[in-house]
């Protein structure tokens, strides 16, 4: 930290992106640095804990036998209000080049750069480790306040649910068929873990209280539900990909060919990767969409420009995303041997750089194909309906004209230099 001190009083800092990712305040930060109280929010559902830990540190039971008790993650706080222009893209830069030299850095790790807590300054989220045990750091500048939270360990995932603000971490046992799922809330540089869901194959529990599984269910689709974001993973470690997330780029097209020649060093043999560019929020600058993961289930992850690129989300598994430019809305399509599904979401255009699920539906028709004598289910917006009615809202939402993003261009050296000179292809419609 005191190399970190010596960096930002040198000179003055500056910020690359727009006023939505930026702090400039010297306010007192007093008020921000209380790290002893609860943070909830309308609608939270009680306390919770950080999973394997308790207040004191102590080992809960991976069982669900002990009751967790609300938490507050213990983070190292620096004051940064006696430094002019603070600025999160300067600070941000300096503890990834510190986790660079760290012995926890290799070439799995990633970061993502995004604003959790609606506060207009992003976090820095950084992830390593394998699927099963990954670690997650958390860190965040609020008020000239700038906060490195304790790792959060053992993980398989860590998302982001945009409807909530929420983020959500979540542990499998497979050994012993337990799932924990942890709530957790940044507010005024605190964060705290403001819920948690437990399920066995004999137990369901909320906040470490027994819940019958209809409940376990309703509780657990009202808080995690909508668009929900993967954290940790948008970003590789090369000196390019950081400035593109940092706003240290002279246009969009020098940023979003940094974060292509990232998918271009880490993609596998077996991926099959592609990308389109259309611009969605009609702020006359395009948003880069690129199918991503294995060539037979391929999603969508869009990105976004604010000065920096920004990482808004990922969809489908088909490898495209429709847009339906005449309603702004954004159509998302999956049909697999078992079942057809899909949503309708909205882009906002007020610099939220966040989605709003709008529609959803599935059926399992397909399934009969397998089995004849199998109930057919017809779902609306999370609600069971008939073929009639679920027809009727698909053909209303669905079924429109839109241009069909993610695959357009394949993703080469030659491809991403042509970002550049304004020469890729243009998406076309369905």
Not at 23 to 30: E, G, L, Q, R
Not at 107 to 123: G, L, W
Not at 220 to 235: A, T
Not at 249 to 276: I, Q, T
Request: aromatic residues 10%.
């Amino acid at each position: 930290m005191k190399k970190l001190m010596a960096i930002l009083c040198v000179t003055a800092l500056l910020c690359g992106c727009s006023s939505k990712n930026k702090s400039s305040s010297n306010s007192d930060p007093a008020a921000s640095s209380d790290n002893s109280g609860a943070v909830t929010t309308e609608g939270d559902t009680g306390s919770g804990s950080q999973e394997g830990t308790t207040a004191n540190n102590a080992p809960t039971d991976p069982n669900l036998e002990n009751d967790p008790s609300e938490i507050i993650v213990n983070g190292e706080k620096t004051d940064m209000s006696s430094v002019a222009n603070v600025s999160w893209d300067k600070i941000y830069r300096s503890a990834l080049e510190d986790f660079k030299n760290s012995k926890d850095y290799s070439e799995d790790a990633r970061f993502s750069v995004y604003d959790v807590n609606d506060d207009k300054v992003p976090e820095l989220i950084i992830s390593y480790g394998g699927y099963g045990d990954k670690t997650f750091l958390v860190k965040t500048l609020s008020e000239s306040v700038y906060t490195e939270f304790e790792p959060i360990t053992g993980c398989d995932q860590l998302s982001y649910v945009m409807d909530r603000s929420l983020l959500t971490t979540v542990r499998y046992h497979d050994d012993i068929q337990v799932q924990n799922v942890q709530l957790y809330r940044i507010k005024s540089g605190v964060m705290a873990n403001v819920g948690s869901f437990q399920r066995s194959a004999t137990a369901a529990k909320e906040d470490g209280v027994p819940v019958t599984d209809e409940k376990y269910d309703e509780d657990y689709n009202h808080f995690i539900s909508g668009v929900i974001k993967s954290m940790g993973l948008d970003f590789g470690f090369d000196d390019a990909t950081i400035d593109a997330a940092l706003g240290n780029m002279e246009d969009w097209k020098k940023g979003y060919e940094a974060v292509l020649n990232d998918y271009l060093k880490y993609k596998k043999a077996n991926d099959d990767n592609h990308f389109s560019l259309y611009d969605i929020n009609g702020d006359e600058t395009p948003e880069l969409f690129v199918s991503g993961a294995y060539h037979y289930a391929p999603y969508v992850d869009i990105y976004s420009w604010n000065g920096c690129v920004v990482p808004v989300g990922s969809f489908g598994t088909d490898g495209t995303i429709g847009f339906a430019a005449d309603s702004k809305e954004l159509i998302s399509i999956v049909d697999n041997p078992s079942y057809t599904a899909g949503s309708v979401y909205s882009f906002d255009t007020e610099g939220n750089y966040k989605f709003s699920e709008l529609f959803n539906y599935g059926n399992t028709e397909n399934s009969k194909n397998q089995d004849p004598n199998v109930e057919v289910i017809y779902k609306v917006n999370g609600e069971l309906t008939d073929k009639s009615d679920y027809e009727k809202q698909v053909k209303e939402n669905v079924k429109k004209s839109y241009y069909v993003l993610g695959q357009d261009n394949d993703l080469t050296a030659d491809t991403i230099k042509s970002v550049g000179s304004g020469k890729y292809k243009q998406a076309s419609k369905n």
